[in-house]
Protein backbone atom coordinates (compact mmCIF):
# COMPACT_ATOMS: atom_id res chain seq x y z
CA UNK A 1 0.00 0.00 0.00
CA UNK A 2 1.25 3.21 -0.84
CA UNK A 3 1.90 5.74 2.32
CA UNK A 4 3.13 8.45 0.64
CA UNK A 5 4.16 10.17 -2.78
CA UNK A 6 6.48 13.21 -3.39
CA UNK A 7 8.44 15.10 -5.80
CA UNK A 8 11.07 17.58 -6.57
CA UNK A 9 12.58 20.01 -9.09
CA UNK A 10 15.60 21.85 -8.88
CA UNK A 11 17.19 24.38 -11.38
CA UNK A 12 20.80 23.07 -12.01
CA UNK A 13 22.80 26.58 -12.54
CA UNK A 14 21.54 28.11 -9.14
CA UNK A 15 21.82 25.07 -7.21
CA UNK A 16 25.58 24.77 -8.60
CA UNK A 17 25.93 28.34 -7.52
CA UNK A 18 25.01 27.39 -3.88
CA UNK A 19 27.04 24.45 -4.08
CA UNK A 20 30.24 26.71 -4.89
CA UNK A 21 29.90 29.35 -2.11
CA UNK A 22 32.28 28.78 0.38
CA UNK A 23 30.65 27.20 4.23
CA UNK A 24 27.44 26.50 2.18
CA UNK A 25 25.22 24.08 4.07
CA UNK A 26 24.37 21.99 1.05
CA UNK A 27 27.77 20.85 0.95
CA UNK A 28 27.57 19.04 4.31
CA UNK A 29 24.19 17.10 3.27
CA UNK A 30 25.58 15.13 1.01
CA UNK A 31 27.50 11.87 2.02
CA UNK A 32 31.18 10.67 1.17
CA UNK A 33 29.16 8.00 -1.05
CA UNK A 34 26.98 10.74 -3.01
CA UNK A 35 30.14 12.95 -3.46
CA UNK A 36 31.96 9.96 -5.16
CA UNK A 37 28.65 9.04 -7.34
CA UNK A 38 28.73 12.63 -8.28
CA UNK A 39 32.30 13.04 -9.03
CA UNK A 40 32.36 10.01 -10.82
CA UNK A 41 34.73 9.36 -14.12
CA UNK A 42 36.66 12.90 -14.06
CA UNK A 43 33.14 14.20 -14.61
CA UNK A 44 33.17 18.27 -15.32
CA UNK A 45 31.39 20.71 -12.49
CA UNK A 46 28.64 21.40 -14.89
CA UNK A 47 27.48 17.33 -14.94
CA UNK A 48 28.59 16.84 -11.33
CA UNK A 49 25.96 19.81 -10.56
CA UNK A 50 23.91 17.52 -12.09
CA UNK A 51 24.25 14.82 -10.03
CA UNK A 52 24.03 16.70 -6.93
CA UNK A 53 21.15 18.72 -8.11
CA UNK A 54 19.44 15.30 -8.96
CA UNK A 55 20.34 13.80 -5.54
CA UNK A 56 19.15 17.03 -3.41
CA UNK A 57 15.57 16.66 -5.40
CA UNK A 58 15.61 12.94 -3.95
CA UNK A 59 16.12 13.86 -1.01
CA UNK A 60 13.45 16.89 -1.13
CA UNK A 61 10.69 14.54 -2.61
CA UNK A 62 10.88 12.20 0.21
CA UNK A 63 10.59 14.31 2.54
CA UNK A 64 7.29 15.28 0.74
CA UNK A 65 7.04 11.69 0.19
CA UNK A 66 7.26 11.60 4.47
CA UNK A 67 5.40 14.34 4.61
CA UNK A 68 2.22 13.14 2.93
CA UNK A 69 2.31 9.69 4.67
CA UNK A 70 1.81 11.37 8.52
CA UNK A 71 -0.60 13.75 6.84
CA UNK A 72 -3.18 15.33 9.85
CA UNK A 73 -0.85 14.61 11.95
CA UNK A 74 1.99 16.99 13.70
CA UNK A 75 5.63 16.24 11.91
CA UNK A 76 7.82 14.09 13.09
CA UNK A 77 11.10 15.78 12.84
CA UNK A 78 11.37 19.68 13.00
CA UNK A 79 13.77 19.84 10.36
CA UNK A 80 15.09 16.56 8.70
CA UNK A 81 18.89 15.98 8.65
CA UNK A 82 19.18 15.87 4.50
CA UNK A 83 22.61 13.85 5.18
CA UNK A 84 20.58 11.55 6.95
CA UNK A 85 18.91 10.61 3.40
CA UNK A 86 21.36 9.43 1.16
CA UNK A 87 21.14 8.55 -2.47
CA UNK A 88 22.96 5.12 -3.65
CA UNK A 89 23.57 3.04 -6.50
CA UNK A 90 23.59 -0.47 -7.16
CA UNK A 91 26.29 -2.13 -9.84
CA UNK A 92 24.17 -0.44 -12.62
CA UNK A 93 23.87 2.65 -11.47
CA UNK A 94 20.05 2.24 -10.44
CA UNK A 95 19.35 4.37 -7.45
CA UNK A 96 17.94 3.60 -4.11
CA UNK A 97 17.47 5.53 -1.00
CA UNK A 98 19.06 4.31 2.18
CA UNK A 99 18.01 6.28 6.04
CA UNK A 100 20.64 6.49 8.83
CA UNK A 101 20.20 7.89 12.06
CA UNK A 102 17.18 9.70 13.14
CA UNK A 103 15.30 9.87 10.27
CA UNK A 104 15.46 6.50 9.89
CA UNK A 105 14.25 5.98 13.29
CA UNK A 106 11.22 8.70 12.97
CA UNK A 107 10.09 6.99 9.86
CA UNK A 108 10.15 3.56 11.55
CA UNK A 109 8.55 4.98 14.42
CA UNK A 110 5.75 6.47 12.01
CA UNK A 111 4.65 4.44 9.70
CA UNK A 112 6.66 1.26 10.55
CA UNK A 113 8.13 -1.00 7.74
CA UNK A 114 8.72 0.91 4.69
CA UNK A 115 9.83 -0.04 1.12
CA UNK A 116 11.41 2.98 -0.92
CA UNK A 117 11.38 3.84 -4.32
CA UNK A 118 13.07 6.66 -6.11
CA UNK A 119 13.37 7.77 -9.74
CA UNK A 120 15.66 10.68 -10.82
CA UNK A 121 16.38 12.71 -13.59
CA UNK A 122 17.79 15.27 -15.69
CA UNK A 123 17.53 17.76 -18.78
CA UNK A 124 19.21 20.42 -19.98
CA UNK A 125 19.21 22.66 -16.66
CA UNK A 126 16.82 21.18 -14.55
CA UNK A 127 16.82 17.96 -12.21
CA UNK A 128 14.18 16.05 -10.96
CA UNK A 129 12.82 13.06 -8.55
CA UNK A 130 10.11 11.78 -7.74
CA UNK A 131 9.37 9.19 -4.48
CA UNK A 132 7.05 6.99 -3.48
CA UNK A 133 7.33 5.03 0.28
CA UNK A 134 5.13 2.00 0.30
CA UNK A 135 4.30 0.55 3.25
CA UNK A 136 6.60 -2.85 3.95
CA UNK A 137 4.14 -5.97 4.43
Not at 40 to 54: E, F, L, M, N, V
Not at 75 to 90: F, G, N, Q
Not at 94 to 105: I, K, N
Not at 118 to 135: K, M, P, T
Amino acid sequence: MIAGIGTDVVAVPEFAEQLARPGTAFARAFTPGERRACAGQDRDPAAQAKHYAARWAAKEAFVKAWSAAVYGRPPVLPEAEMREIEVVSDAWGRPALRLRGAVAEAVRDSLGGVVLHVSLSHDGDVAAAYVVIERAG
